[in-house]
């Protein structure tokens, strides 16, 4: 079920991609989705069977947070979670390693293509 979650806002974009027949469609995933690729793919295989046919690649992009602790705003520090877990991330302070942050971004799926 999470990863319908994060995977099913995208069907609609990558329907209209598809009508637009893209040499390459590049999924970007966002560091504390949790979300591993062979996850993705086999959601969209089961909501667009056309995808199939498609050259996708995938890439990672960072997240950033915010530390309630120090009050350090950036890039995560220590993440305490693996992407087969299904679980909510946790993401540590670089700077305290404190696990009182707040996620800023990197918790969704991008999509481009050419």
């Keep these: 079920m999470h990863d319908k979650t994060f995977v099913l806002p995208i069907i609609d974009e990558l329907v209209e991609i598809i009508k637009k027949q893209p040499k390459k469609i590049i999924i970007k995933i966002g560091e504390f989705t949790n979300l591993a690729e062979d996850t993705i793919l086999h959601t969209l295989k089961t909501e ?66 050419y």
Excluded: Q
Excluded at 56 to 82: L, R, S
Excluded at 89 to 107: E, M, N, Y
């Design 48 to 113: 667009i069977p056309k995808i199939y046919e498609l050259d996708i690649d995938f890439e990672y992009f960072k997240g950033k947070i915010k530390c309630y602790e120090c009050d350090y705003t950036g890039d995560a520090g220590k993440i305490y979670a693996d992407r087969h877990s299904h679980m909510e991330v946790i993401v540590g302070c670089p700077d305290c390693d404190s696990i009182r942050t707040v996620k800023l971004s990197g918790r969704n799926l991008l999509i481009d293509f």
